[in-house]
């Protein structure tokens, strides 16, 4: 059987000057001419274009949409805190841990360096 073939998606997205992205919807690929004159990057998401924006209109009561964008928001700010009580005090760790080994480390080398240790 065949592997179905995969094409990397590419995508334009409009975000919050904080980086929340608030709607995102795929494009075909740039064709080179447009890369070039436009000067296009594409970052590890496959996001060719993105357009910021301050966000004013969700705070306006008749804008019918600004429940999808809150949600949006309120799921961004949950995983980032969620992210940080499950995945920070592991880090913490992880370094504290690294620090040690640098530490003896350090003593090894200073040991291995030292001239007492040089035989003729």
Same mark, same amino acid.
């Given at each position: 059987?065949?592997?179905? &073939?995969?094409?990397?998606? %590419? #995508?334009?997205?409009? /975000?919050? %000057? @904080?980086?929340?992205?608030?709607?995102?919807?795929?494009?075909?690929?740039?064709?080179?001419?447009?890369?070039?004159? +436009?000067?296009? &990057?594409?970052?590890? @998401?496959?996001?060719?274009? +993105?357009?910021? &924006?301050?966000?004013?209109?969700? /705070?306006?009561? #008749?804008?019918? /949409?600004?429940?999808?964008?809150? @949600?949006?928001?309120?799921?961004?700010?949950?995983?980032?805190?969620?992210?940080?009580?499950?995945?920070?005090? #592991?880090?913490?760790?992880?370094?504290?841990?690294?620090? +040690?080994? %640098?530490?003896?480390?350090? &003593?090894?080398?200073?040991?291995?360096?030292?001239?007492?240790?040089?035989?003729?």
């Amino acid at each position: 059987m065949r592997r179905q &073939r995969r094409r990397p998606m %590419h #995508y334009t997205a409009h /975000s919050l %000057h @904080d980086g929340t992205v608030i709607a995102v919807f795929p494009v075909r690929k740039p064709t080179l001419r447009t890369i070039k004159q +436009e000067k296009l &990057r594409f970052d590890e @998401d496959g996001v060719c274009r +993105e357009w910021s &924006r301050a966000g004013q209109e969700l /705070s306006d009561v #008749y804008n019918e /949409s600004r429940t999808r964008f809150q @949600d949006i928001i309120a799921t961004r700010l949950n995983t980032r805190r969620a992210i940080r009580e499950m995945v920070h005090p #592991y880090l913490l760790k992880l370094q504290k841990d690294i620090d +040690e080994v %640098h530490k003896k480390l350090d &003593r090894v080398l200073q040991l291995l360096e030292s001239p007492s240790n040089i035989t003729s």
